[in-house]
């Protein structure tokens, strides 16, 4: 397996670096056991790569209401007694509102992900994912340990870097393997929204402190640097043939080309305009992927904090857990649908979304909803439309991209989700500060 993986990380380095002549590829494992080596190993990255982002977010109550118990770990108590909000707002907030949280949480990824089309490619695949990982040991650290929110906001941003860095290799890494893993990564993203909300949840309301709790989480990097260097195997060319590439020759190409197709051996032989032109067709894909995930970010770090009903016996940090794991476990259900449902016309499910947001935003205004159960269905159902949202896009553009472009292509479509919650982060900070300013 050591030659397996050693033999991979030369072939993507060389495959990275300039355009040469490829190295004979060891004799590829039995195509079934191959098959599902990568088909778990690409689950467990995607779970790996977004825990710890997943995480921040289920936190970020915690991290900017945090008390400091006696010595070194932060501490918010799991069950606290409700008290009266400080303010005249009839709201219960925070001083800074948690859209804060999701701002560290993602706009370093969004660096990340704007530079990357621009030369990421020519770093090799092994470096990246080392840093990485790295990182995103560094973030559960480094908020476990800290004194203020400052430091702690530090740690997000460790976090963000962590994924934005991941999501943009592993995407790019697909095009070396079967389409079939692009199914086999986003379950494995849902699945880490579901696992990083549901133990954050689970593990503060066994009474465990936040900082302990994240401190449990330390050995999620290591699994991520494991399945990355002993689980995939040596990356094969797309499968000739079969049920995928029967959809993929019925549909017309986002990029057409009269030059033969490549195998996908390297983005770095791409012109600068011929990558504006995959961009320019990738649109139809990234626009709908940007509304959506801007309204359901609006909604979960804009809203999630001030949908609190005082008539149920969760506290206000209670009900926030609670959001965050719902919306994750629908996720994590529709991100794992793909071969039960392919939606081609993804822009329905930016509409859906939009309108969800709109719906939520009324019953903050007016106050509306009777009972707290009743948000809990939204939310559940809120997070089935941005799983789907982001699972099909990636899958058509799969479908729809040339292998030559195609490694580019995953790429910069990747921007799409980080630029929608990036937009709903700052727009969600001063509505927190207008609606907590209301009597």
Not at 123 to 143: D, E, H, T
Request: hydrophobic fraction near 45%.
């Amino acid at each position: 397996m050591a030659g397996c993986a050693g033999s991979r990380r030369r072939r993507l380095s060389d495959s990275e670096g300039e355009v040469s002549t490829p190295e004979p590829r060891p004799p590829p494992l039995g195509g079934q056991g191959a098959h599902w080596k990568n088909a778990v190993g690409f689950w467990l990255l995607g779970l790996c790569n977004n825990f710890s982002y997943v995480v921040m977010l289920s936190a970020a109550h915690d991290i900017l209401s945090h008390k400091r118990a006696s010595g070194n770990q932060s501490h918010v108590d799991p069950d606290p007694v409700p008290t009266p909000p400080s303010n005249s707002s009839r709201f219960d907030c925070n001083s800074v509102s948690t859209a804060a949280v999701l701002l560290a949480d993602i706009l370093p990824t969004l660096v990340i992900k704007l530079l990357a089309p621009l030369g990421l490619h020519l770093l090799p695949y092994s470096p990246r994912v080392l840093v990485s990982g790295v990182c995103a040991a560094g973030s559960f650290i480094l908020v476990a340990f800290s004194h203020s929110v400052g430091t702690s906001l530090c740690g997000v941003v460790l976090a963000s870097i962590s994924s934005g860095l991941g999501e943009v290799t592993f995407l790019s890494l697909t095009s070396f393997y079967p389409r079939a893993v692009i199914s086999w990564w986003s379950s494995g993203t849902g699945g880490a929204g579901l696992l990083g909300a549901l133990s954050y949840l689970g593990l503060t309301q066994a009474g465990l402190s936040p900082g302990h709790t994240l401190l449990s989480m330390l050995g999620v990097p290591v699994a991520l640097l494991a399945s990355y260097f002993f689980l995939l195997t040596s990356p094969e060319s797309p499968d000739p043939g079969g049920e995928e590439e029967a959809e993929r020759e019925a549909r017309q190409p986002l990029m057409s080309s009269g030059a033969t197709e490549s195998k996908p051996d390297s983005s770095s032989d791409l012109s600068l305009q011929e990558k504006w032109t995959v961009f320019k067709g990738l649109l139809c894909y990234i626009i709908p992927l940007v509304l959506v995930y801007f309204a359901e970010y609006f909604i979960n770090q804009g809203l999630f904090e001030l949908l609190f009903f005082r008539n149920t016996s969760l506290s206000h940090a209670q009900q926030y857990r609670w959001y965050q794991m719902l919306y994750q476990a629908g996720v994590f259900a529709s991100r794992s649908s793909l071969r039960c449902c392919h939606i081609r016309f993804t822009w329905v499910l930016a509409l859906l979304q939009g309108l969800n947001l709109a719906f939520l935003l009324v019953d903050v205004w007016v106050s509306f909803l009777p009972s707290i159960y009743l948000v809990f269905l939204i939310v559940l159902y809120e997070g089935l439309l941005g799983g789907a949202a982001y699972v099909n896009t990636f899958h058509n553009i799969a479908l729809e991209t040339s292998d030559k472009h195609r490694e580019f292509a995953m790429a910069a479509a990747c921007i799409s989700d980080t630029l929608g919650i990036s937009l709903s982060g700052l727009v969600a900070l001063p509505l927190h500060n207008f609606l907590c300013h209301l009597s």
